[in-house]
């Protein structure tokens, strides 16, 4: 049978709605009734079941489309190139933040694909670099004057989930002095001048994202599962909420429950109400949805 989609007032007005709003943060039942006076988010999901082939593995060609169409959509751009140089100068020095955890590492195609079209918009190849935990001593890095922002969607011990605010805990040196309190200040990382204002892209590989872990390290296949996606955005804040929404309506899909996690991702919300980052109340969230949404969830 095929399972209804859960729109988002479904989402508020059921127990799942009320789980997330906790999981977002105490303010996030305040920002509603502020909603006509704060800022909007878009973020784009496109999602395509061939992306993978027989094997499981990821077609790159697929992978592409996909990334050109969600950019187009975001910038709202008719043509691919041109929707990158919106976003990108072939002047620009560019740092791309991946994410490198072995059980779960940002897609190679993924990675790419978008460096492939930093080299279209006429960047130059000694001025992209693709890297992790050696951010704070890539020479790229250190003039770089765009981010883009790229890492798998998944959940996680410290912060709830790993997502675009999580990423960035690599440039600072102390990453652990962040894991207080659910990593609740990861925002103020993105204060830090190495990063501050540079970040042009953020990008969550949902392509097999992670919807249920207890414990540090964690990663069990059982959880993963092939969601075939991208969530493309500006803004950080909101596609980590949208992204805690999917894994969280997939555990409810999975286990008939929201099954707790080791912490909630209240970062989110703190990301929004203390350092002014972006959006977390998912009514001012525009989800722009493209391609197959059979079981999206979203």
């Known amino acids: 049978m095929k399972k209804r989609l859960i729109t988002r007032r479904d989402f508020f007005r059921a127990t799942a709605g009320m789980a997330i709003a906790a999981a977002l943060?105490?303010?996030s039942a305040n920002l509603a009734e502020a909603r006509g006076k704060e800022s909007q988010a878009r973020v784009v999901l496109i999602r395509d079941p061939q992306v993978f082939d027989r094997d499981g593995k990821i077609r790159g060609v697929v992978l592409q489309k996909m990334l050109d169409e969600g950019l187009k959509a975001l910038t709202?751009?008719?043509d691919s190139l041109r929707a990158w140089k919106k976003r990108f100068r072939k002047e620009d020095i560019v740092g791309i933040k991946s994410n490198a955890w072995g059980k779960m590492p940002t897609p190679e195609p993924l990675e790419s694909a978008i460096r492939q079209r930093l080299l279209d918009v006429g960047i130059e190849e000694k001025n992209i670099s693709i890297d992790d935990r050696g951010v704070l001593e890539n020479p790229v890095f250190l003039r770089a004057t765009a981010l883009v922002n790229v890492r798998p969607l998944r959940t996680h011990f410290w912060s709830g989930i790993g997502g675009c605010l999580k990423n960035y805990i690599m440039f600072v040196p102390n990453p652990s002095a962040y894991h207080g309190e659910a990593c609740a200040d990861l925002g103020k990382i993105w204060?830090?001048?190495r990063v501050r204002g540079k970040t042009r892209l953020n990008l969550l590989s949902v392509l097999t994202p992670q919807f249920y872990g207890?414990?540090?390290?964690?990663f069990d296949r059982r959880y993963v599962w092939p969601y075939g996606g991208i969530l493309l955005g500006i803004d950080p804040v909101a596609l980590d909420a949208v992204g805690a929404r999917l894994l969280q309506l997939k555990r409810i899909a999975h286990f008939g429950e929201d099954r707790a996690?080791?912490?909630?991702?209240?970062?989110?919300s703190v990301a929004e109400k203390k350092y002014q980052l972006g959006v977390s109340?998912?009514?001012r969230i525009q989800i722009v949805r493209l391609g197959s949404m059979e079981d999206a969830l979203i």
């Open 191 to 193: 204060t830090d001048p």
């Open 261 to 268: 996690l080791d912490v909630q991702p209240t970062h989110i």
């Open 214 to 218: 207890r414990g540090p390290h964690f």
């Open 281 to 283: 109340d998912l009514d």
């Open 76 to 78: 709202e751009e008719a």
């Open 25 to 27: 943060g105490p303010e």
